[in-house]
């Protein structure tokens, strides 16, 4: 009995008919169904109940599926523990990143690496960059995916691999009366609270300084942007988490410095530049598809 037949015998199960199955498998329908007559003499067994072009499965085809499905899920563990010996690929991949991508990008992400990397045990958390770099040195992950308010090559003693720049847009709520400004003062942004980004060690960021007033300080942008839209005053928001808003919720503040550029990177304990290694791909993989996002938004 080759293993092949039982992972055809497991698709026509769920798909009901040898056409769905072989169409799903890209194969075709003579070789899956010679290969379930093959199976079911090996087991001197019918496995299918056949009516039509249906397939349902008989009493011992139900009793025997959890088995088979078991048995195909062993083999191709057994084969990826094998394939990551023969590597430098970790079992486990611990990556850190924070919010200034939409939650959408970063599924997109795990799906890439896990077709790319199928025996590879995922790790996600998020924190802010500072948190992010300090737990890259200590070895907590193997990578961060950040946008320090400041860089500076070599700063953090970590290799650092840039991507691209992002707009950080001074935005307000389109219902606010700062959205009907057509020139924002300092004064007039005084009178209304600031929306900040709560960074490491409890510190407020990009914000503008010169501009004292109340603040509302939350730890992570997407929370800053939803503030925002709510009404609860303005504030900076990422570039990429305005895409998911609708434009009529939020709009730009008409004040001088309404927008900063910052650079977006990932970070490693090793040298990222040679997509040879391990982590060099997984950093390569995730810089491309940075860049496919911010080219949609161009």
Request: glycine residues 6%.
């Amino acid at each position: 009995m080759k293993l092949e037949y039982f992972h055809y015998f497991i698709e026509i199960a769920q798909a009901g008919s040898i056409a769905k199955a072989a169409a799903k498998l890209n194969r075709n329908r003579t070789t899956i169904s010679m290969a379930i007559a093959s199976l079911e003499d090996n087991l001197n067994a019918e496995l299918f109940i056949r009516s039509g072009n249906s397939m349902h499965l008989s009493p011992i085809g139900e009793k025997i599926l959890d088995d088979s499905i078991r048995l195909v899920t062993l083999t191709e563990n057994i084969k990826r523990t094998v394939e990551t010996c023969d590597s430098d690929q970790p079992a486990v991949l611990r990556l850190g990143r924070d919010d200034v991508l939409p939650e959408s990008f970063w599924r997109r992400i795990l799906r890439a690496i896990r077709l790319q990397y199928p025996g590879l045990t995922l790790a996600m958390n998020y924190a802010n960059a500072g948190t992010l770099l300090e737990q890259l040195r200590q070895g907590e992950i193997d990578l961060a995916c950040c946008m320090p308010e400041h860089f500076e090559q070599n700063k953090f003693g970590l290799y650092a691999q840039v991507v691209d720049k992002i707009a950080m847009r001074l935005m307000v709520s389109a219902e606010h009366p700062l959205s009907n400004m057509r020139s924002v003062s300092d004064e007039d942004l005084k009178s209304v609270p600031q929306i900040t980004y709560l960074g490491n060690d409890q510190n407020e960021v990009f914000s503008l300084e010169q501009v004292s007033q109340e603040q509302i300080a939350l730890s992570s942008f997407e929370l800053v942007r939803d503030a925002i839209s709510d009404g609860l005053g303005w504030g900076f928001v990422p570039d990429p988490l305005l895409v998911q808003m609708d434009q009529n919720h939020l709009l730009p503040v008409a004040h001088g410095l309404n927008i900063s550029w910052h650079t977006y990177l990932i970070f490693g304990r090793e040298s990222l530049n040679h997509e040879s290694t391990f982590i060099g791909s997984i950093s390569g993989l995730i810089r491309r598809e940075i860049l496919e996002l911010f080219e949609r938004k161009r």
